[in-house]
C-alpha cells in the first residue's frame, strides 16, 4: 500500500513518554543499569517513535510520509519477580497529503485482508490523540487498538506538521479474533 517499514530501538524515556501527553505508569518497565536516561525505560508503545521518524522526515523537508513498524512493546508483569509481557504491536502513520479517512481506510483493507469484516469505530481513546479526532477499533467487545489524528500538545512537543496521523493495533488481538 505504499507504506515503508522503520525499525526503531525498544529503548525510551520519561520525557520520550511525558511528551506523548500521557501519565507515567506503574506499568512500565525500567531498566536496572541503562546506558543513559534516553534508554532508561523499555517502550509500552510504538507511537512515541514512530513520530519521531515523521519529526525527523518532515524536518528534513520530506513533503509527505507513510510508515509501519511491527515490533514489540513491554509492561511490567503482576508478580515483581516474573519477567516483563510483551506484547506485539503494528504502528502505521502518515503525514502530507493523507488525512483521518485515508488512514482509516487502510487500516480497514488491512482487517479484511486478516479476516476481520466487522469491526468497529468508537469514537475516543487515549490523550496522544485530537480528543475530536480519534477512535478505538473494536471487534465485538474486544479492543485491536487507536487511530486518529495526534494531539496538538504532541504535534508541537515533536515537531510535527500539523496534521498527522496513527495507528497502533495489539497483533494479539487481531490473532485472537
Known sequence: QGYFETLTSSFTSEKRLSAL???LSEELVRLV??????????RNTLIGHQLEV????????????HFFEIANT????AAPEELPVEEK???ISTYGND???????????????????????????SDILHPGRK???????VKLGEIGEVHPAVVKNYEL?????????SFKALYEC
Open 21 to 23: 501527553n500521557t501519565s
Open 33 to 42: 543499569n541503562p546506558l543513559g536516561e534516553e534508554n532508561s525505560i523499555m
Open 54 to 65: 515523521i519529526s525527523l522526515n518532515y524536518n528534513r523537508k520530506n513533503p509527505s510520509g
Open 74 to 77: 513491554y509492561f511490567a508483569s
Open 89 to 91: 504491536k503494528l504502528v
Open 99 to 125: 488525512d483521518y479517512f485515508e488512514l482509516k481506510g487502510m487500516v480497514e483493507i488491512l482487517l479484511t485482508y486478516s479476516g476481520i469484516d466487522n469491526a468497529s469505530f468508537v469514537a475516543g481513546g
Open 135 to 141: 477512535a478505538t477499533i473494536y471487534l465485538e467487545d
Open 161 to 169: 506538521p500539523k496534521r498527522c496521523y496513527v495507528c497502533e493495533l
